[in-house]
């Protein structure tokens, strides 16, 4: 069954680096989203993406954030300047079409993020 | 959005029927009741969704009334693996981003 794949499972940083989160979705899949999920808190919305450009991002999503989808495959979450409250963990999801099948997303395994 | 309510947690036994009810009285003319189930440290796992009556499917049961201001999910005979965290989602069949409140925690006990 295809699944959608996250690396690096763990990432430790400093505060005020630059991290990467990478996500290869489902290969035919043609929505992406990331999500967060703080310890212990909800999993919350972070942006969605569709044609290679945002189709709608939350409060959370800042400037110090973006996406991109550099190749055919692979779908990045980049935080320019981490601070500690960015600790979480960070999933990846994807669907194939939007309409009633957007609420069947796929979510990938997660990255925990911790910034120290 | 509609807001849900549902119970913060539930304990069963293997081999018991598990029902969930969530809570929608705002639930929209469009809006899709969709479940999710997360495993500690994964991410969340679609398991139904529907619009009215029943659904089935290989995992989980969906019973939705006519007024469509609850949905309860039952899960069959639960093994110790269904232990989980649960989420009822309501939202326009359109949207795009889910929002997911506080779930369900199941302990399933042996």
């Known amino acids: 069954e295809p699944e959608v794949t996250q690396t690096p499972s763990h990432q430790v940083t400093q505060m005020g680096q630059e991290v990467i989160l990478r996500c290869v979705p489902i290969s035919n899949h043609l929505y992406f989203y990331w999500y967060r999920q703080i310890l212990g808190q909800k999993v919350e919305f972070l942006v969605s993406?569709?044609?290679?450009?945002?189709?709608?991002k939350s409060e959370i999503f800042d400037d110090q954030f973006s996406v991109e989808r550099p190749d055919g495959s692979n779908f990045t979450l980049k935080i320019r300047s981490t601070k500690l409250e960015d600790s979480a963990m960070y999933f990846c999801?994807?669907?194939?079409?939007?309409?009633?099948?957007?609420?069947?997303?796929?979510f990938g395994p997660g990255t925990r993020l911790t910034v120290t | 959005l509609a807001k849900t309510t549902q119970p913060v947690s539930m304990d069963s036994y293997e081999g018991q029927e598990v029902n969930i009810t969530c809570s929608h009285n705002?639930?929209?003319?469009?809006?899709?009741i969709t479940w999710y189930q997360q495993f500690p440290s994964q991410g969340p796992r679609f398991i139904i969704q529907g619009y009215k009556t029943k659904v089935t499917n290989e995992v989980a049961s969906l019973f939705i009334p006519a007024d469509r201001k609850s949905s309860t999910l039952s899960l069959p005979r639960v093994s110790l693996s269904d232990t989980a965290v649960y989420y009822c989602?309501?939202?326009?069949?359109?949207?795009?981003?889910?929002?997911f409140g506080g779930g369900t925690r199941v302990l399933v006990k042996p």
């Open positions: 989602l309501v939202g326009k069949a359109a949207g795009n981003k889910l929002t």
């Open positions: 999801a994807s669907t194939l079409i939007g309409g009633a099948s957007s609420y069947e997303q796929y």
């Open positions: 705002n639930i929209a003319t469009n809006d899709y």
């Open positions: 993406f569709y044609n290679n450009e945002i189709s709608e």
